[in-house]
């Protein structure tokens, strides 16, 4: 396994918590650092792998759209509709205006 691990500064962590508008506190300051750095690492290692007879691609497994076919099946009625809501009017469900 190889190991890679490419070092990010303390003053790089507090440049990036002031950009994402972090209070970053000492402790957490060291410790972001270290995962970072590890973080770093691990794309530094995939950097090193030969992807030249790989094709791009968005996604690693052939997807499909799986469909149901389109049946004609029983409804409620309007009444049945109706009866489930709150206020009715005109035949219509009544709701709140959200304008005025």
């Known amino acids: 396994m190889y190991d890679f691990h ?3 500064s303390r003053e790089q962590v507090l440049h990036i918590g002031r950009l994402a508008r ?6 957490e300051i ?5 995962q970072l750095s590890d973080i770093l690492g691990h794309f530094e290692a995939l950097g090193a792998v030969d992807t030249a007879d790989v094709e791009p691609t968005a996604h690693p497994l052939p997807l499909q759209n ?6 004609v099946a029983s409804s409620l009625t309007r009444e049945e509709a109706l009866s489930n809501a709150p206020e ?3 035949g219509l ?6 304008l005025e």
């Open 93 to 98: 469900i009544r709701v709140r205006a959200v």
């Open 6 to 8: 490419m070092e990010i």
């Open 30 to 34: 060291d410790r972001l650092t270290s």
């Open 66 to 71: 799986i469909m149901r076919t389109d049946s």
């Open 22 to 27: 972090l209070g970053l506190q000492p402790a």
């Open 88 to 90: 009715v009017e005109d």
